[in-house]
C-alpha cells in the first residue's frame, strides 16, 4: 500500500488524446489504455484501477453505460470515474455525477486542470484504502484484527470446502502471559505481544496466510490449502523461534524465558466439517497443549469429513 504506484485506466477511442493522457500520467502513475467500452470493462475487471478517466462517447457503448456496468459488478464498483469528453452541457454533466462519476472534465482540457483533478481523487483513494486497513488492523500488534480475520476465515473456508482443498487453523497463547505483566508491567507487556506478533507475522510465507490478533495474548494463524503435517511444521517453527527470542521470564513456570503454546487443527481435502467446529477443534487442541504441560504445539490431525 505504501509507496506503490496508483494505476490509472484511460479510456478513450481517440489516439491522440490517449496519448497526451497517458504522456501526463506516465511519470508517476501505472497507465493502461482502452479505445472502446468492452476494452475498458475487461481491462478495468482485469486490473482494478484506482481511476478510469472515460470518454463519454465510444464506439460500442456510450460512456454512461460503462459506468453502469462498473457500478453493478462489486469487483470494480468502488473504482473512482472521471468522465471526460466534448459535451459540455449542464445536463450532460448532472447525469454522469448522478450516476456515480467524481468529477467531469470537458475538452478541450487543460494539462494543469487536468492533472490536479488526478491528484485529488487519486489521494482519496488512498486515504479511503488506509481507513479501510485501519479497520482491519490490530492497533497494538499491526496484526489483522479478529474482525477480519473471522471474515477471511469464512471466506476461505467456504473456497476449501469447494474446491476440496486442505484447510489449517492455529490458535497461540503467550504461557504465563498475567504473570509476565504482573511482574515487568503492562508497557512491557505490550512489547512482548509486538515481538511474538512479528514471529507469527514471518511464518506466515504465502500471501494467502494470515496472522491475527484474536484477543488478549491469543493469535490465530489461517494457512488454506495447507495439510496437517505442513502447518504443524511452522506452527513448531513459530514455537521455536519465539523460544529463541530469549525473552527472560522469572514467573513462568514453564521456562525462564517466555514461551507460548499452540493448539491447531486441519480440514483435509474434501472435509464437511463446518467452520466453527474447526476453529472449536484448534482450540481443543490449544487446551490440551496447556494441561500437557506448555511451551508445545497440539494438532488434531484430521477433522474427518461428516458421514453426510
Not at 89 to 116: C, H, Q
Not at 176 to 200: C, I, S
Not at 218 to 228: F, G, R, Y
Request: hydrophobic share 45%; glycine share 6%; charged share 25%.
Amino acid at each position: 500500500m505504501n509507496g506503490e504506484a496508483q494505476k490509472v485506466l484511460i479510456a478513450d477511442d481517440d489516439g491522440i488524446n490517449r496519448q497526451v493522457l497517458a504522456t501526463l500520467l506516465k511519470p508517476d502513475h501505472v497507465v493502461l489504455l482502452a479505445k472502446s467500452g468492452e476494452q475498458a470493462l475487461e481491462r478495468a475487471q482485469r486490473h482494478l484501477p484506482d481511476l478510469v478517466m472515460l470518454d463519454v462517447m465510444l464506439p460500442d457503448m456510450d460512456g454512461y453505460e460503462v459506468l453502469r456496468r462498473l457500478r453493478a459488478d462489486p469487483a470494480t464498483a468502488h473504482i473512482e470515474v472521471i468522465f471526460i469528453t466534448g459535451m459540455g452541457r449542464p445536463e450532460d454533466e448532472a447525469r454522469g455525477l448522478k450516476l456515480g462519476a467524481a468529477d467531469y472534465i470537458t475538452k478541450p482540457f487543460n494539462s494543469t486542470v487536468v492533472m490536479a483533478r488526478v491528484a485529488t481523487h487519486l489521494q482519496v483513494v488512498r486515504q479511503r484504502r488506509l481507513l479501510e486497513h485501519l479497520a482491519h488492523m490490530d492497533g497494538l500488534t499491526e496484526l489483522a484484527n479478529r474482525r477480519r480475520f473471522d471474515d477471511i476465515y469464512a471466506v476461505e473456508w467456504e473456497r476449501a470446502r469447494r474446491h476440496q482443498h486442505a484447510l489449517s487453523v492455529a490458535i497461540l497463547d503467550i504461557d504465563a502471559f498475567k504473570q509476565y505483566n504482573d511482574h515487568y508491567g503492562h508497557p512491557a507487556g505490550d512489547r512482548v505481544l509486538r515481538a511474538v506478533a512479528r514471529e507469527a507475522r514471518s511464518a506466515m510465507r504465502r500471501p494467502s496466510d494470515l496472522a491475527a490478533r484474536y484477543g488478549g495474548e491469543e493469535l490465530v494463524l489461517l494457512m488454506p490449502e495447507t495439510d496437517a503435517a505442513q502447518a504443524l511444521f511452522v506452527a513448531e517453527a513459530l514455537r521455536e523461534a519465539v523460544a529463541q527470542l530469549l525473552v527472560p521470564h522469572e514467573r513462568s513456570t514453564v521456562s525462564p524465558v517466555l514461551t507460548v503454546s499452540i493448539g491447531g487443527a486441519t480440514m483435509a481435502a474434501g472435509g464437511a466439517e463446518d467452520a466453527p467446529a474447526l476453529f472449536d477443534a484448534a482450540d481443543e487442541a490449544l487446551y490440551r497443549a496447556k494441561e500437557s504441560g506448555r511451551n508445545r504445539v497440539n494438532w488434531r490431525l484430521e477433522c474427518a469429513p461428516s458421514d453426510s
